[in-house]
């Protein structure tokens, strides 16, 4: 099959969602296909031949600067005073270029739908002149996503893969337009031929009977981030102190719904106690609990910005304990977890609601401790740390645990997707 993964937004620097884009993509032509990646991009405009042949196409992104600082300063007039938004405008201050993105692509000033049919456009010439046999339209933006499966429908089979939620968004800002989020989505999945979703969020679809008529077209598939670790010429951006107990997170911190508070509180109690510890947080963050933290405690938190996946997965691989802060979301699971699995480390989970879809991954790995945030046990996180560091999982036993997590897993279920939607047609 000749097979185009549209992403939407696809920049030099990829996410942690297009990461596994790239990865079931590649995987596939390891298997005798041929596949593409293509998407806007704020930096780049390109196409070039990547790992296993695989192409990526970059378009420029249609964001004129005058318009995008036009959009910029409207939105950033409009923050208040709260916590979030004044995060929200130090953030903006520190990454100006994407806090432009953000803008434009989230404030009621940008045309997003003019963006979007752009981009199905560019998307439908690409299928003509290349004649595809399938697309899969990827789930980030979902306006993207809907212009591709509307201009492609009846001319190429169009696979929904759903990596982030839309409809059942569960954060404060999105509830007011959840019922049209539902109706925006239902009507796209009416459209398209399959979807393509992670487990979590299938079965809160099957749950409701708002997309019961679709149930069918529906197919769950965790992030394939289950691998070996691949040899890197990137260094640790930490050196971790081998006389203390390292823990390090990657990834975004948020006060609203990823906040580090109650478990900073707990390795406050045991710093003050005397216990030899140091948490290492990696990436963006707009958390004034984790700064307040690092205030009291300079030797014992340290925050470094965001860096590339690959330097991060080898200060990961450095790090005694790797820490993990679920959702305050019951609809989604950090494609982290999966990264951290097949590293074999032990880790440490957070779990901040009873009802966290992350917990029955962590029950299942070995060299695991989950700290619940509305039952903060100190002595059994302090026991945890004592017993196993230094202890590891050895990946074949990862692959056996989690097999529906690798990037094999995935390649094979995208590719029975397609072969039975061009069975049928």
Known sequence: MKILFATGKLNSILSATHKIVYQTAQELQRQGHRCYVCGFSLDTEEETSLDNGLTAIRWNSPLPEDKAQKAFNLYAKQLGGDKRNSARKSFML??????????????????????????????????????????????????????????????????????????????????????????????????????????????????????????????????????????????????????????????????????????????????????????????????????SFAARYPQNIIHHEAVSFDRAFATMKNADFLLNLSNTLDNQVPSKIFDYFSLGKPVVNVQKIKNCPSREYFDRYPLSFTFEDFAPDCRGLENFLSQTKGKAVDFETVKELFEDATVEYAARTVEKVLTDILNDK
């Open 94 to 291: 520190r990454h100006p270029v994407k806090s432009l993105w953000l803008a434009y692509r989230y404030s009621k000033y940008a045309d997003n739908a003019k963006r979007a049919q752009l981009f199905g456009k560019r998307v439908k010439d690409l299928v003509l002149r290349e004649k595809f046999d399938a697309v899969v339209a990827v789930y980030m933006p979902f306006e993207e996503a809907e212009s591709v499966c509307t201009q492609l429908c009846g001319i190429v089979p169009v696979c929904l893969y759903q990596a982030d939620p839309w409809g059942l968004h569960r954060l404060p800002e999105f509830a007011k337009n959840e019922a049209e989020h539902i109706k925006q989505e239902t009507a796209l999945f009416a459209k398209a031929d399959h979807i393509i979703t992670t487990p979590a969020l299938h079965r809160l679809y099957l749950e409701d009977k708002r997309y019961s008529p679709y149930s069918h077209k529906m197919t769950p598939l965790n992030f394939p981030n289950i691998k070996p670790a691949a040899q890197s010429s990137e260094k640790s951006v930490f050196a971790f102190d081998s006389d203390y107990t390292n823990l390090l997170f990657c990834g975004l911190l948020d006060d609203e719904y990823r906040s580090p508070k109650i478990f900073l509180q707990a390795a406050g109690r045991l710093i003050d106690e005397g216990r030899k510890i140091k948490i290492y947080f990696l990436g963006t963050s707009t958390s004034r609990d984790m700064q």
